[in-house]
C-alpha cells in the first residue's frame, strides 16, 4: 500500500445488517452457497503472491478451498453493496472503518479464545486497533504510523530529537498551506486535547478549544516565518528532499523506498517523532497510528457454523506469527508486525525503519490509535481547514479561540 489512507465508510443506509465490502465487479465472483467447502479472500492488492503459502497450509489442514482475490482495501467504500452474497468470508480493511462496519451490524465480536490470543499475543496498540466499544472485533497483522526521515550528511541523531534543533541546523518540509490532517492534527494530541475523548469513541468527546489548542494555532501560523521550514506539497516532497532544498520530512513506510533513492540508504535517517515546543513547553509530538486488520463476515455461510468458523481460522491463520513473519520479511510486503515475538526478531530489530515505527506504535507517548467513528469524515475536512487557515492568515490570533471552539461543537453535531 502506497500511504495509510484516511478513508470512511460511506452513508450508513448503504450497508444493511449483513452487508459488506466487495471487490470491483471485475474482481467478484458470485459467493457459493452456505455449505459450500470454499471460502472467499479478500487480500490487500499486490499481496496475493505473499499469502499463497499461508493459504495453501491452511487448505491443507481445514479441507476448506480459498479464492483468494485482491482489493484496494483503503477504498473499500466504494465497493459498497446490500448483495451480502458476493460478499468474502475473509476481508483486509484498515483499522479505522471498523466502526462503521460494527455499528451496521456488518461484522460480529469475534470468539474469546481468539481475542485473548490477540491481547496477549500482539502490542497493547495493535489490539485497541482491532477493539470497538471494547470488544474485539478483527485480527491485527499489522501496524503504521509516520516517523522523521532526515539527511544524515544534515543532521545527526541528537539534531533530530528536537523540531526546534532540526530548523534551527537544517531545513524542515511539510504542507501547511493546504494542511494533510492525518499528519498536522495530532500536534492537537501533543499538547493534551483529545479527539473524540481520550479512547476516541465518544462523539462529543474533542476539546481543542482551549488555551492549549490556541497555542497549536499560534505554532502552526508561526512557522510562515521561520526559516528552517519549507512549505512542500507531498507530490514535491522527494524532489526537494534529493536536491537538498529539504533536509527532513514526516512520512510512513511507505515513502521509505522513495526516500532512500533521493539521497541513497547509506545517508537516510530514520527516526521517532521529536519534541517540538509549543506554548513555551516542550512536549512529544504525536502521530496517529493505524492498524492493519483482517475480518470475518459471517453473512455468506448463513448460519452454517463449520464455515463460520473456518472462516475465523483462516483469519487467524492470515494474522499469525509466522504469517506476520512473513509479510515482514518478504521485500514486497515489508509490513511492520503487531505480534510481539515477531517484533523482537533479528531480523526486525536490524531494520531501522521498522524500530523507529515499533517505538512510535508502542506507546500512547507517540501516538493515538486513529479513530473510527464515522464523524471523522467531518474531522478531516474541518480540522484541515483550520489549521491551513491559521498559516495563510485568513483567520488572526483573536480569533483562534472562538474558532475552536465552533470546530468542537461541530464535531459533536457531526453524524
Not at 24 to 47: I, Q
Not at 232 to 255: I, R, Y
Request: one cysteine or more; glycine letters at 8%; proline letters at 3%.
Amino acid at each position: 500500500m502506497k500511504k495509510w489512507q484516511k478513508v470512511l465508510l460511506g452513508s450508513a443506509g448503504l450497508l444493511v445488517a449483513g452487508s459488506l465490502l466487495v471487490a470491483c465487479s471485475s474482481n467478484s465472483s458470485k459467493s457459493s452457497s452456505s455449505d459450500s467447502k470454499t471460502l472467499k479472500l479478500w487480500v490487500p492488492t499486490g499481496a496475493k503472491k505473499s499469502y499463497s503459502n499461508t493459504v495453501a497450509e491452511f487448505e491443507k489442514k481445514s479441507g476448506y478451498k480459498v479464492d483468494m482475490v485482491e482489493m484496494e482495501d483503503p477504498n473499500a467504500q466504494e465497493n459498497l453493496t446490500k448483495d451480502a452474497s458476493t460478499a468474502a468470508d475473509v476481508f483486509s480493511l484498515p483499522h479505522d472503518q471498523l466502526g462503521k462496519l460494527v455499528d451496521a451490524g456488518a461484522i460480529q465480536e469475534i470468539p474469546e479464545k481468539y481475542s485473548k490470543e490477540i491481547t496477549e499475543q500482539d502490542t497493547e496498540q495493535a489490539a485497541k486497533g482491532a477493539q470497538y466499544k471494547g470488544k474485539t472485533y478483527a485480527f491485527p497483522y499489522g501496524i503504521e504510523t509516520q516517523v522523521t526521515y532526515y539527511n544524515k550528511s544534515k543532521l545527526n541523531e541528537e539534531d533530530v530529537k528536537s523540531y526546534e534543533t532540526i530548523t534551527s541546523k537544517a531545513k524542515f518540509g511539510s504542507n501547511l498551506k493546504e494542511v494533510n490532517a492525518y499528519g498536522t492534527g495530532p500536534l492537537f494530541l501533543s499538547v493534551g486535547d483529545t479527539l473524540f475523548g481520550p479512547n476516541g469513541e465518544d462523539a462529543k468527546g474533542t476539546n481543542w478549544g482551549n488555551e492549549a489548542g490556541v497555542n497549536v494555532l499560534k505554532f502552526i501560523a508561526a512557522q510562515k516565518d521561520n526559516k528552517g521550514f519549507v512549505n512542500v506539497d507531498s507530490a514535491n516532497m522527494m524532489a526537494k528532499f534529493e536536491d537538498g532544498s529539504v533536509d527532513a520530512f514526516q512520512s510512513g513506510p511507505w515513502d521509505y523506498a522513495a526516500a532512500a533513492k533521493a539521497v541513497g540508504k547509506d545517508k537516510l535517517g530514520v527516526a521517532v517523532y521529536p519534541t517540538v515546543n509549543i506554548g513555551g513547553q516542550d512536549v512529544q509530538q504525536k502521530a496517529f497510528m493505524g492498524v492493519k486488520l483482517y475480518a470475518v463476515n459471517q453473512t455468506p455461510s448463513k448460519g452454517n457454523a463449520k464455515r463460520i468458523a473456518a472462516s475465523y481460522q483462516l483469519a487467524q491463520a492470515l494474522t499469525s506469527k509466522d504469517s506476520q513473519n512473513n509479510q515482514f520479511t518478504n521485500e514486497d510486503r515489508h509490513i511492520i508486525p503487531a505480534n510481539k515475538e515477531v517484533q523482537a526478531s533479528e531480523a526486525v530489530k536490524n531494520d531501522a525503519l521498522a524500530q523507529a515505527v515499533i517505538t512510535m506504535g508502542s506507546s500512547e507517548q507517540y501516538t493515538t490509535v486513529m479513530p473510527k467513528l464515522s464523524q471523522m469524515s467531518v474531522f478531516w475536512t474541518e480540522s484541515a481547514a483550520l489549521m491551513s487557515d491559521a498559516y495563510n492568515g485568513k483567520i488572526k490570533e483573536d480569533q483562534f479561540l472562538t474558532k475552536l471552539q465552533q470546530f468542537d461543537k461541530d464535531l459533536a453535531a457531526a453524524k
